[in-house]
């Protein structure tokens, strides 16, 4: 198995450097792509485990505290008897909050909480699939491993010698440098030391990120969504406890965002990984960047396919042939494409129907993509233990007519349609045990040496009919959520697509599932990210970072003027006028380095679409 070792940086002299000690280093049984994810959970762990230990601390030094208070007042002699019992009943009340508020933190359920929460902010972008479990049993583990200390220390009061999780910063992280510095209080290192290593101290990071207004309001959106999701876990809690929780899920979404923004590169010597922090780190904080980011690298893996399979399976009458019958058609009216002439049959009754097309014109955004696609369609039938023969039929020949020597790499749609006197008590049901016996036998494909799908996909159809008998919102929304509930218990990763009439839908609603199923993305998809990030850096940018008057420039010189000019010609504005601003020479360190990670975000945009 392939695993990821990462390095800690030890705090020598008053300099921060990389450690060479084998025992400073912390060890993952994962690829880098996980190990970000483990290394955020064991920084998570650290802040729960050490404040509700010093929580814990806290009430029994004052419980102390309450005890000696009561031999003073039974020693006073000043004191009449009434007011010895008045100050009696006053600690009584004291010590009983407090014993009943340490009772409720030793019954805590620590690692549940610790997880429910990784999983609702660290997972939150992420396909579950497997990582919950991964995630769970890491969080389970974490007091059997050595190098929790590295994660515990914040570096303040860090001895010679101490080991701490840094990250590695850019020669143009001057700026950021100073800002985090000079929020410091003593710091165990020098300035100068400090500016000239570029090594930050990841909890210094994350204090400075929590310090810094602009960036708070932004993260403040993710920490709504997670405290929504974790609401249950604030029932029947104290004041303490809830409060304590407002402060986990925050630190838990500026650690999410954090370890986005770094990258795992490799030390000296094929040493240990080092977290490197990227410049363009602003587009993981604010979330309209990141989801223009992930997005931006799914259309670089779009545009490199050669070929893409979709197998098609669901119950008898659930559309599976009429979807492909009518992306065939978006096909077949493209010029480029006039030589189609294979008839796709909603009538046929083979158990599986294979079809094949060779260098054909896709529509991909706003460019086009030459591809080879390959869809098995499989016959309807009412009988569920069907469908797993279809899958393992449909792989084979996926493989076959692909001549392909390579793992399959294919995408999965389960289709599932409304019926008229729709009766949840009894849909639901149905529907969660057919996906999960079918899942069964997606999990059975390694015996038949056969590769799984690389993501599965929910489409709901005769959305139409739904939304003439009034229901259509409810019956979308009940089963996303079984389908949700079931892929997470699988541990695989899936993504409903949504509600559709295969028979009534026009042309661009299948064209935007067409692309989904092929690509994993949609042309809205890229128009609302772009109409996000412009959003975002008026608004969470500029309006947040910058003084009212300057703020209200950029608006009136860039986003009013330029909103309608295209992609390129905005960010390049955008840069522009951010070069300029930053030659006045006027701002702070922090907004200095805020912009300077702007820039590098949008610079890296501009260039990967000249590439493209």
């Not at 710091?187 to 810094?212: C, H, K, N, Q, Y």
């Not at 939304?467 to 409810?474: H, I, K, N, S, W």
Request: glycine share 8%.
């Amino acid at each position: 198995m392939t695993g990821t070792a990462i390095q800690a940086a030890r705090i020598a002299g008053n300099a921060l450097a990389w450690s060479s000690d084998n025992q400073s280093q912390v060890s993952y049984p994962v690829g880098k792509q996980r190990a970000r994810l483990l290394l955020g959970a064991d920084v998570l762990a650290a802040y729960v485990d050490g404040r509700l230990a010093a929580m814990r601390e806290e009430r029994s030094a004052a419980l102390q505290g309450w005890e000696r208070a009561r031999d003073q007042i039974a020693a006073d002699q000043s004191l009449t008897e009434k007011e010895k019992r008045d100050k009696r009943a006053e600690i009584a009340r004291e010590t009983d909050h407090l014993e009943r508020e340490r009772e409720e933190l030793d019954a805590f359920d620590v690692d549940r909480y610790l997880y429910e929460v990784a999983k609702a902010t660290l997972l939150e972008d992420v396909e579950f699939g497997q990582l919950t479990s991964l995630l769970k049993k890491h969080i389970l583990e974490r007091k059997d491993r050595a190098q929790t200390a590295l994660f515990a220390g914040n570096g303040t009061q860090a001895e010679k010698g101490s080991d701490v999780i840094s990250v590695q910063t850019s020669p143009r992280s001057a700026d950021l440098l100073k800002a985090v510095y000079e929020g410091r209080e003593a710091p165990p290192v020098s300035r100068d030391a400090f500016l000239e290593g570029r090594i930050l101290p990841l909890t210094w990071l994350l204090d400075w990120v929590l310090g810094t207004e602009a960036l708070g309001l932004e993260l403040g959106r993710s920490e709504l969504r997670a405290m929504k999701a974790l609401s249950p876990l604030e029932v029947d809690r104290s004041t303490t406890l809830r409060a304590f929780h407002r402060e986990a899920v925050q630190r838990a979404c500026c650690i999410r965002s954090t370890i986005d923004s770094l990258e795992l590169v490799q030390g000296s010597r094929n040493g240990p990984a080092r977290p490197r922090l990227r410049s363009d780190f602003i587009a993981s904080f604010l979330p309209a960047f990141a989801d223009y980011r992930s997005l931006s690298e799914s259309i670089d893996r779009a545009r490199e396919m050669d070929l893409a399979g979709l197998v098609v399976v669901g119950m008898g009458g659930s559309g599976k042939t009429t979807f492909l019958r009518r992306c065939y058609d978006l096909l077949r009216e493209d010029a480029e494409n006039g030589g189609l002439s294979e008839e796709i049959d909603p009538k046929s009754t083979a158990f599986v129907v294979g079809h094949i097309f060779r260098d054909v014109t896709v529509p991909l955004l706003d460019g086009r993509k030459k591809i080879t696609l390959c869809w098995m369609d499989t016959a309807g039938s009412e009988d569920y233990r069907l469908l797993g023969q279809q899958l393992t039929v449909s792989v084979r020949e996926l493989k076959r007519r692909l001549f392909l020597d390579r793992p399959a790499g294919y995408n999965l749609l389960f289709m599932w349609s409304y019926e008229p006197g729709y009766d949840a008590s009894r849909d639901l049901p149905a529907f969660e045990d057919v996906l999960s016996r079918f899942l069964d036998e997606v999990e059975d494909l390694s015996y038949f040496e056969l590769e799984p799908p690389r993501k599965m996909y929910l489409l709901l159809n005769k959305a139409d009919t739904a939304e003439r008998d009034g229901v259509a919102d409810r019956f979308t929304s009940e089963h996303e959520g079984r389908f949700r509930s079931v892929m997470e218990r699988k541990g695989m990763a899936g993504e409903s697509l949504g509600p559709i009439s295969t028979l009534n839908s026009d042309a661009k609603a299948i064209s935007d599932k067409f692309l989904v199923t092929t690509f994993g993305l949609s042309g809205q998809d890229w128009k609302r990210a772009f109409a996000s990030v412009r959003a975002g850096i008026n608004q969470g940018v500029m309006g947040n970072l910058l003084a009212a008057e300057d703020a209200n420039r950029f608006k009136r010189e860039v986003y009013d003027s330029f909103s309608e000019s295209g992609q390129e010609v905005y960010l390049r504005e955008t840069v522009a006028w951010i070069d300029r601003f930053l030659n006045a020479g006027s701002e702070g360190a922090t907004t200095r380095a805020l912009l300077r990670s702007l820039r590098s975000f949008l610079s890296g945009e501009m260039e990967g679409d000249a590439v493209a």
